[in-house]
């Protein structure tokens, strides 16, 4: 359950700063859009092999 609230509260955070950043800075938003999105995607499959126990050893 932490998993998934803690997955919509940055998906909320990062949709509201690519937002601002497309309202306010529409000149630089690809690069910044990639590079939240691509931190995104990073910290969530992190947070897949954590949560999910993928790299964990079984006995």
Not at 7 to 29: P, T
Request: include cysteine; charge should be positive.
């Amino acid at each position: 359950m932490f998993a998934a609230i803690s997955l919509l509260v940055r998906m909320a955070l990062a949709a509201g700063v690519l937002y601002v950043c497309h309202r306010f800075i529409s000149q630089g938003f690809v690069p910044f859009a990639a590079g939240v999105a691509g931190g995104f995607l990073v910290l969530y499959g992190i947070e897949l092999t954590r949560y999910g126990r993928v790299l964990v050893r079984s006995r």
